[in-house]
């Protein structure tokens, strides 16, 4: 079996180094890690040499381990992480690198510091990467559900430019202003939608516990039911023994809305759709140019070339007409015009942002005035939003009282007609 020497640190810094035998060299690796030292440097060791180091010899190799790294990940359940998650988790490596930890021993602490939403099986894989002489932006490159292509250029550009603790800090901190955005359109959503449940749920209580009860009772006083109690019985009736022909309607809509979704042109027209939509529409459009700032800004300060950047920014964007206009910026660009002209005749962009991009190309700072633009597009986003809860609030109450009013004056006109009747009798 092969020999390799080896040059270790313990945790209080000591340097330790032996021989060991092991399959191959990702196998001494891992029983140098079983043995809670940090390698240094791993070769093998030359004939004859002998395995003399205490508490070392050849150990039971796990066959995970023999497999290829890519493999090994797949078998890991995955989850594309949160933006928070992401947020941390780079926050974190940033943190340990800044405090003069080698990459390899920083990334074997980050496999165990709590990193949620970044299983401990990605960093030590990162690290083994690493170890046999990869780049980290390589390594991570082999793990797309976990870092996007923005996330491995900017650390290639880190690495590049050996800036990859301020690269890693910026990025932490696009990620948390990404975060943030949209953790606020979130909780805008959050009040409507409750009110929207619960005058739901009250309305078909009415509906399958009370309204059957008076039913009962104006049959038996044979009284002419006026229109609008009608139309409820009839509601009432198609929701208690039609249910699932409802249910049907539902779920073939929805599949239907999903086929159309996935086609090109259907993508195309609900995305122009939600961009004209009242009130909310402003707001989806303004989230997307801050986003379209932001990672362009990002990306180009990391030093990304510009291509390379309007490529990734083009992935990252959810709308098809951007993503569409962002492609043809880059043929252009490619052509040798500036950045600001296609935005232009996109007629997409705000004539702000192009602009400002403008005069960031003018004076040889377009980051500074993506920047710049992010954060009036990210303060934008947040009156949009207020105004936004502002009109959808009385909105509500208004829906809410129109439903009530409905179902009460559905029920008190039967009972006003049989009092009259009564009455009359008399």
Same mark, same amino acid.
């Given at each position: 079996?092969p020999?390799?020497?080896?040059?270790?640190?313990?945790?209080?810094?000591?340097?330790?180094?032996?021989?060991l035998e092991g399959?191959?060299?990702?196998?001494?690796?891992?029983q140098i890690?079983r043995?809670?030292?940090f390698?240094?440097?791993?070769?093998t060791?030359k004939?004859?040499?002998?395995?003399?180091?205490p508490?070392?010899?050849?150990?039971?190799?796990?066959?995970?381990s023999?497999?290829?790294?890519?493999?090994?990940?797949?078998?890991?359940?995955q989850r594309k992480?949160k933006?928070?998650?992401m947020?941390?988790f780079?926050?974190q490596?940033?943190?340990?690198?800044?405090?003069g930890?080698p990459?390899t021993?920083a990334?074997?602490s980050?496999s165990?510091?709590?990193?949620?939403?970044?299983?401990?099986?990605?960093?030590k894989?990162?690290?083994q990467e690493?170890?046999?002489?990869?780049?980290?932006?390589?390594?991570?490159?082999?793990q797309?559900?976990?870092?996007?292509d923005?996330?491995?250029n900017?650390?290639r550009a880190?690495e590049?430019?050996?800036?990859?603790?301020?690269?890693?800090r910026?990025m932490?901190?696009? @990620?948390? %202003? #990404? $975060?943030e955005?949209?953790?606020k359109?979130?909780s805008?959503? &959050?009040?409507p !939608?409750?009110?929207c449940?619960?005058?739901?749920?009250?309305?078909?209580f009415?509906?399958?516990?009370?309204?059957?009860?008076?039913?009962?009772?104006?049959?038996?006083f044979n009284?002419e039911?006026?229109?609008p109690?009608?139309m409820?019985?009839?509601?009432?009736?198609?929701?208690t023994?039609l249910?699932w022909?409802a249910l049907?309607?539902?779920?073939?809509s929805?599949?239907l809305f999903?086929r159309?979704?996935?086609t090109?042109?259907?993508?195309?027209?609900?995305?122009t759709?939600t961009?004209?939509?009242p009130v909310?529409?402003?707001?989806i459009?303004?989230?997307? @140019?801050? %986003? #379209? $700032?932001?990672t362009?800004s990002?990306?180009?300060?990391n030093g &990304?070339?510009? !291509?390379?950047?309007?490529?990734?920014?083009?992935?990252?964007?959810p709308?098809?007409?951007?993503?569409?206009?962002?492609?043809?910026?880059?043929?252009?660009v490619?052509?040798?015009?500036?950045i600001a002209?296609?935005?232009?005749q996109?007629k997409?962009?705000?004539?702000l942002?192009?602009d400002?991009?403008?005069?960031?190309?003018?004076?040889?700072?377009v980051?500074?005035a993506?920047?710049n633009?992010?954060?009036?597009y990210?303060?934008?986003?947040?009156?949009?939003?207020?105004?936004?809860?502002?009109?959808?609030?009385?909105?509500?109450?208004i829906?809410?009282a129109?439903?009530?009013? #409905?179902l009460l004056?559905s029920v008190?006109l039967p009972?006003?007609?049989l009092?009259?009747?009564?009455s009359?009798g008399?």
């Open positions: 079996m020999q390799f020497s080896y040059k270790a640190r313990r945790r209080n810094g000591e340097v330790v180094q032996g021989l399959v191959d060299r990702p196998a001494a690796l891992l890690e043995l809670g030292l390698p240094v440097s791993v070769e060791a004939a004859g040499a002998s395995a003399s180091a508490g070392i010899s050849a150990q039971k190799i796990n066959l995970t023999l497999l290829p790294p890519a493999l090994r990940v797949s078998l890991t359940r992480p933006l928070q998650e947020a941390t780079t926050q490596l940033a943190n340990l690198l800044n405090s930890m990459l021993v990334l074997h980050m165990h510091l709590e990193s949620k939403g970044i299983p401990a099986a990605v960093t894989e990162l690290r690493v170890m046999e002489g990869k780049s980290l932006s390589d390594s991570m490159a082999k797309p559900v976990i870092f996007s923005l996330y491995i900017m650390v880190g590049q430019s050996g800036a990859l603790v301020e690269v890693l910026r932490a901190t696009h @990620f948390q %202003q #990404f $975060a955005v949209q953790g359109m979130t805008a959503m &959050v009040y !939608l409750m009110v449940g619960v005058g739901m749920g009250l309305i078909l009415f509906i399958y516990f009370m309204l059957p009860h008076f039913i009962e009772m104006f049959n038996g009284v039911l006026p229109l109690t009608r409820l019985i009839s509601l009432s009736y198609f929701l023994h249910w022909l049907l309607l539902l779920m073939a929805v599949i999903r159309f979704q996935n090109e042109n259907g993508r195309r027209q609900i995305d759709w961009m004209k939509l909310i529409g402003k707001v459009k303004v989230n997307l @140019f801050a %986003q #379209f $700032a932001r362009l990002t990306l180009l300060q &990304v070339p510009v !291509l390379t950047a309007l490529k990734i920014t083009e992935q990252v964007m709308n098809r007409l951007l993503r569409e206009a962002i492609a043809k910026t880059r043929e252009a490619t052509d040798g015009k500036t002209q296609p935005l232009a996109s997409l962009f705000p004539q942002m192009v400002l991009v403008k005069i960031g190309e003018d004076t040889g700072d980051p500074g993506l920047a633009l992010a954060d009036t990210e303060g934008e986003l947040q009156i949009s939003l207020r105004v936004m809860m502002n009109l959808i609030e009385p909105l509500l109450i829906v809410m129109v439903g009530v009013g #409905f004056l008190l009972m006003f007609k009092i009259s009747n009564i009359a008399r």
